[in-house]
């Protein structure tokens, strides 16, 4: 399918990708504030995004392009298992619900712009604030490389090749970030989403009239499955259920421990925003699980890929006139736009508040952490580049899984901490290093795979190793909590919350 | 009433309780729809807990 250009579907993709490159240049006088002055300004919009404006610029973080692109080609390859992100992306939000607006009261009243500058706070330790920091920004590059690859994707399939169209798309969108801050993916989020809903909503009420409803759909995915064989399904084998469970509560612990999803909280207005959110936000997750169908709408329409990546976009061209496809494919490349952007910005705070202002600069200026941020904002995304032009796109998926292992290590200390005072920042630095540590090296010798497991006897179960890490993590913060303060009952203990 | 933001959890994570082909409803096997149906179910319970809420630290 790719190879011949498809004009009207490209020049309908231009047309969308020049309206947002405009929108990113103009995102500046938006609510306007002085951006280059504060870091509130350009890393957290002025902190003023109400309730609408918090749910397209969250949900249009949190469901990126790659979701778009990745979760139906994981169901397509491997049937019921890869609907994980279903029960994840629901269960995250009771958890929002019930933290994020404790958070965000705590980072409002005290300024704080990062995760680390809120675990500085609390625990009063340089160390455990540094490994928080450098966490989110480890685990945020390689999940900026993959949103470049849910864009290549689609401009592939519209038969551009050559790297040169990703590397001028994504110079725009380091331009209009680095002028307009997190205004920019703020607003162009709203065209996303709108774009992919109507996208979406087409896709799953026409296609399955196509191809005779979802029974033939779901029955045309049974039999390419009974064909295949091995672990794949249309519903779980026994062996694959504690799998499916572990990832989806692990994943859905670490989803809010990212630097973009928590930029999109300490963004909001209120602690009453963040809560309306988590009631409104699973509007999203149907439309999560319903794209994760397509992966099973490519086994009725028949269509032929090589790699399971490729499912999404042959499906729209086998079924749906260019125009649509230039449309759809324009939705998931600025569907890619988005969390690309609000992740560098937060890669960027990270690096200015925790690394620079912490080490380097201690008595800079607002407008100083500003320009910091924004030069960051273009180092990490020209990073992420680099990523793709130069090193094999497996690279990118493999840190990207152990990115997600390692951010879920920084709950202890970012979540534990605004609840109780109990645990000691040694303690939490010890329980960080434990499950980086463990997690890394397990996943590491298990070929790079998320899941380890644990024989006892006869029985073997199979879990997703970050959850496993993150419990070895607590464990062990919990008792070098209880030696430490045996051995120093007084010192190092956390100053009062403010 | 904060309970109720545990249901979840339960309802999803437990997953001997869904994995099954039958019922299926309007083509879909109870695998998915039950899934799918958490999404609203889960909503109205967050919902339920923010109105009972007593108006605190809203800011």
């Not at chain 1, 500058?117 to 989110?136: F, K, M, P, W």
């Not at chain 1, 010798?445 to 070895?472: Q, R």
């Amino acid at each position: 399918m790719a190879g011949q250009i498809q004009w009207v579907a490209l020049s309908i993709f231009i047309f969308f990708f020049a309206l947002v490159t405009v929108m990113g240049f103009f995102a500046a006088r938006w609510k306007s504030g002085p951006v280059s002055e504060h870091l509130d300004e350009w890393g957290l919009g002025g902190r003023q995004f109400g309730t609408w404006i918090t749910w397209f610029l969250v949900g249009g973080d949190f469901y990126t392009a790659y979701t778009v692109i990745a979760v139906p080609a994981l169901v397509y390859a491997v049937g019921a298992y890869g609907f994980f992100a279903l029960p994840y992306t629901i269960i995250v939000y009771p958890f929002v619900f019930a933290v994020m607006p404790i958070l965000w009261k705590v980072a409002y009243d005290n300024g704080y712009v990062t995760a680390a500058d809120v675990v500085h706070g609390i625990h009063r330790s340089r160390g455990l604030e540094l490994v928080v920091a450098l966490t989110g920004i480890a685990a945020t590059m390689p999940y900026i490389a993959l949103q470049l690859i849910g864009m290549g994707v689609v401009i592939k399939a519209m038969g551009l090749t050559g790297e040169l169209p990703i590397i001028a798309a994504f110079i725009i969108l380091a331009l209009y970030t680095y002028s307009s801050g997190l205004r920019a993916p703020a607003l162009i989020a709203f065209v996303k989403d709108i774009m992919i809903y109507i996208v979406v909503l087409v896709a799953v009420v026409l296609v399955p009239a196509k191809l005779g409803g979802y029974g033939a759909v779901f029955s045309a995915a049974n039999d390419a499955f009974v064909a295949k064989g091995g672990a794949t399904g249309l519903i779980l084998k026994p062996s694959q259920m504690l799998a499916y469970a572990t990832l989806a509560l692990g994943s859905a612990l670490a989803a809010f421990m990212y630097p973009h999803t928590l930029t999109g909280i300490f963004a909001s207005k209120s602690a009453d925003t963040i809560r309306k959110n988590a009631i409104l936000l699973p509007a999203y997750t149907l439309l999560l699980g319903l794209i994760a169908l397509l992966g099973y709408m490519g086994y009725a329409a028949a269509v032929k890929v090589t790699s399971p990546n490729d499912v999404v976009p042959a499906l729209f061209q086998a079924l749906f006139p260019s125009w649509f496809v230039g449309f759809a494919f324009s939705a998931i490349a600025i569907g890619a736009l988005v969390p690309a952007a609000v992740m560098s910005i937060g890669a960027a705070n990270l690096f200015t508040r925790n690394v620079w202002k912490a080490y380097v600069n201690p008595d800079i200026s607002h407008a100083g952490e500003a320009s910091v941020a924004k030069i960051t904002s273009l180092v990490v995304k020209l990073g992420a580049l680099a990523f793709i032009l130069f090193l094999p796109t497996q690279y990118a998926l493999d840190l990207q899984l152990l990115g997600g292992l390692w951010i879920l290590q920084t709950f202890p200390a970012l979540v534990f901490g605004l609840f109780t005072r109990w645990f000691r920042a040694e303690a939490l630095l010890l329980g960080w290093a434990a499950g980086i540590g463990w997690g890394t090296w397990t996943a590491w010798s298990n070929g790079l795979k998320p899941l380890a497991t644990l024989a006892f006897g006869d029985a073997s179960y199979t879990f997703y190793v970050g959850l496993g890490a993150l419990i070895l993590n607590a464990v062990i913060a919990a008792l070098a909590t209880v030696v430490i303060s045996a051995v120093l009952p007084d010192r190092g203990r956390a100053t009062a919350r403010s | 009433m904060w309970i109720l933001l545990l249901l979840p959890f339960i309802g999803l994570l437990w997953v001997p309780f869904y994995n099954f082909l039958e019922p299926s409803l309007f083509g879909f096997p109870f695998f998915y729809w039950y899934q799918l149906a958490w999404v609203p179910i889960s909503s109205l319970l967050i919902w339920l807990v923010y109105r009972s809420r007593s108006p605190d630290d809203a800011h």
